[in-house]
């Protein structure tokens, strides 16, 4: 009966500890860039200048850096110019047109900030 308790309790402390890397994203973040650059390009090309796709997808990524910034106690980004989040992106996009637009902004997030 101790050998039972002491495995749940082995058991259930392991569950609790472990830390788990996978995470659920939703939104313009698991398009790919390759859409992402299509859709911008296509409403640049348009004219579409009364709620442009590129500010929607400008919210997204602000979202998901400021996410990132808060879970890893981080201020990157803190004092650039405006626009940068989706001009880095996209330059990211370009060079990775198959990633999804969530792996440009991590990318940005680690290696240009």
């Known amino acids: 009966m101790l050998k039972r308790r002491v495995l749940l309790f082995s058991a259930i402390l392991l569950i609790l500890t472990n830390k788990v890397s996978a995470a659920w994203v939703t939104g313009l973040g698991v398009y790919t860039c390759e859409t992402m650059l299509k859709e911008i390009n296509e409403d640049r ?4 200048e009364i709620f442009p796709i590129e500010i929607v ?31 880095l992106t996209i330059k990211r996009c370009q060079s990775n047109p198959d990633q999804m637009v969530l792996e440009a902004v991590d990318a940005v997030w680690e290696e240009d900030l």
Do not use: P, V
């Not at 090309?45 to 579409?48: F, R, T």
């Not at 400008?58 to 001009?87: C, H, P, R, V």
């Open 57 to 87: 997808y400008t919210t997204w990524i602000q979202g998901y850096l400021s996410a990132l910034n808060y879970n890893w106690d981080s201020n990157k980004g803190e004092g650039f110019e405006e626009g940068w989040e989706i001009s």
């Open 45 to 48: 090309e348009a004219g579409n």
